[in-house]
């Protein structure tokens, strides 16, 4: 009786077994989804912009405008920088790039071997020039647009002091209005580069009334009909008309010496002046080249600012009131660069 016991036992827990196999439903593969993309979209992930930070860049007045230019397209391109530009003259832009407090200095003049042995790095990004100024109430105005006046009147002006009225200025002893001599106060290019142009070899040449900054300069001489001084092409021109700033003349600088203004010396709206520049027809000095001036050559996001000036960013100097550099000029900086 024991051992059929047992035998019954073992086959219902068999035949229990047998019915739960067959009853089992066997389980589906798991869904995947698609890892294709429709049709005409890319799988790939968007790229993000490498160049992200801020650039520092102090100096010149001269260069300033066209700085706030380029600044504005580069972040046009790159909205991840920023910009800090700041102007106070050529000699605070060195100063602070030597002192480490900017990324990039505006230079508008040459530089120094004392300046390159602290670790000063440079490279030419545009040209432009300095233009003597008088006030169009002057009154010996239109014979100096006349006449014009000789290189050697301006150093007798600017450097030794000898004319000192408006009669001697254009051959007139009866005239006794004494000329108001006003210079920069600030350590500036274009300072620099009037004083080497009337015979000096540095700012602190020049004779004059000192007056800070750029704009100052250009107010001080409309304001004075008996006023002389000196402005950067892009600051004595109206961008938008081309012509002269109101309140201004250009007194023409006759350069042949033959007495008189020539046409190819009378600037009286900006593409005079622009090419007269361009193509060398403007004395040098006082015209230029514009320079940037980084503390050790440089990299990262601050080459690559100054890689785009030096071909893209190009394009908008003329409507600016600055003259491109040429393909030699472009080329021989970026190899610079390198």
């Not at 010149?60 to 910009?83: C, G, I, R, S």
């Not at 620099?192 to 040449?205: I, L």
Request: one cysteine or more.
């Amino acid at each position: 009786m024991r051992k059929f016991t047992l035998t019954l036992t073992s086959l219902l827990v068999g035949l229990s077994l047998l019915l739960a196999a067959c009853g089992a439903s066997t389980p589906e593969p798991a869904s995947v989804e698609s890892t294709e993309a429709p049709a005409g979209q890319s799988t790939a992930a968007p790229t993000e912009d490498p160049l992200s930070g801020t650039i520092a860049v102090s100096g010149a007045f001269a260069l300033y405008p066209m700085m706030t230019v380029w600044a504005d397209e580069f972040t046009k391109l790159h909205p991840n920088v920023q910009f800090d530009v700041q102007g106070g003259g050529a000699g605070k832009g060195m100063t602070d790039t030597i002192a480490g407090a900017v990324d990039i200095g505006m230079i508008s003049r040459s530089i120094k071997d004392e300046e390159t042995a602290q670790g000063i790095f440079w490279v030419s990004v545009t040209k432009d020039a300095v233009f003597p100024i008088i006030s169009s109430e002057n009154p010996v105005a239109e014979k100096i647009l006349a006449n014009g006046i000789s290189q050697e009147i301006f150093n007798k002006i600017y450097i030794t002091g000898e004319i000192t009225t408006w009669g001697q200025v254009v051959g007139d002893p009866t005239i006794t209005d004494e000329i108001h001599v006003f210079t920069r106060s600030d350590a500036a290019g274009a300072a620099e580069q009037w004083s080497k142009f009337a015979g000096g070899k540095a700012q602190e040449d020049l004779k004059g009334i000192g007056v800070n900054g750029e704009p100052s300069i250009l107010d001080t001489v409309i304001k004075d009909p008996f006023g002389i001084g000196y402005g950067n092409l892009n600051s004595i021109f109206d961008l938008s008309t081309g012509n002269t700033v109101p309140g201004i003349v250009i007194p023409p600088i006759d350069i042949d010496l033959n007495g008189k203004a020539d046409a190819i010396e009378t600037y009286k709206v900006k593409e005079d002046a622009f090419n007269a520049v361009a193509n060398g027809t403007y004395p040098s000095p006082p015209s230029r080249f514009e320079n940037l001036a980084t503390l050790g050559k440089p990299e990262g996001l601050t080459l690559e600012f100054i890689k785009w000036i030096l071909s893209d960013g190009q394009q908008y100097l003329e409507a600016a009131g600055f003259v491109p550099l040429t393909p030699e000029q472009q080329a021989e900086s970026l190899a610079k660069l390198k």
